[in-house]
């Protein structure tokens, strides 16, 4: 199984300052199909989660603009440009790129 | 509008069955896979089980701790995925998730909570 290694776990931030969530995978996510299937999802607290991004950097629907990802390979980076408020939860990565898909542990943000 | 809609869950005694519903409208529901997921209590997410298309013939895929208990299947005239879960553990009290999937979940459920105890 592909093992996602998310750092920090937990990580207090202070509004409108930027934040960065790291993750890493035991082997390369690029799919046979020349896709790279790595997915950041946030959950609020009492929330189901939601999709941020897929694809590494492909930005969902709807997903403010102050999210992006970025990476390749086994090392990727979610990046909020200004904390705002109402992005306080906990932030997943994961991979579909083979079965079993695997989680990252969570990142849990707050607000200094 | 995209809808994923859960019905289903609650108590039940371990060694038990109990069958999740997953009620989409919004789109073609026929042209996409259709994933399950689990959250046990103040725990993270893990990934349960998946059924393709039927252009991909509805083969299925699971977590090693489902398999050959848990059974993902899908009603195309209804729109409707399902789990049934069968011999049910402890362990597997968790909320429930369903997602559309075409390339990635994008559409989650609400989720449903189903609680093994005796």
């Known amino acids: 199984d592909i093992v996602m290694t998310q750092t920090p776990l937990s990580l207090p931030v202070t509004l409108g300052q930027p934040a960065s969530i790291s993750c890493r995978s035991s082997?390369?996510?690029?799919?046979?199909?020349?896709?790279?299937?790595l997915n950041w999802l946030q959950q609020r607290p009492g929330q189901p989660p939601r999709l941020l991004i897929s694809?590494?950097?492909n930005r969902f629907s709807g997903v403010p603009d102050r999210f992006s990802g970025s990476g390749a390979g086994t090392d990727f980076t979610l990046k909020i440009n200004r904390v705002e408020a109402e992005d306080v939860g906990v932030y997943y990565c994961?991979?579909?790129?083979?079965?079993?898909?695997?989680f990252g542990q969570g990142t849990k943000v707050e607000i200094k | 509008e995209v809808q994923v809609v859960q019905s289903g869950g609650g108590l039940v005694q371990p060694g038990r069955s109990l069958r999740l519903s997953c009620t989409t409208s919004?789109?073609?529901?026929?042209?996409?896979?259709v994933s399950w997921f689990r959250q046990a209590p103040g725990k993270g997410l893990e990934w349960v089980g998946f059924?393709?298309?039927?252009?991909?013939?509805?083969?299925?895929e699971y977590a090693a701790s489902v398999k050959g208990r848990f059974t993902v299947s899908r009603d195309d005239s209804k729109s409707i995925a399902y789990l049934q879960m069968n011999s049910l553990k402890t362990e597997d009290t968790a909320m429930y998730y369903c997602t559309r999937y075409g390339g990635t979940f994008d559409y989650w459920g609400q989720g449903t909570l189903v609680t093994v105890s005796s």
């Open positions: 694809k590494i950097s």
């Open positions: 994961a991979q579909a790129t083979q079965f079993p898909w695997t």
């Open positions: 059924i393709r298309s039927k252009v991909y013939g509805e083969t299925t």
């Open positions: 919004g789109f073609t529901f026929g042209d996409y896979a």
């Open positions: 082997q390369s996510l690029v799919h046979s199909d020349g896709n790279t299937y």
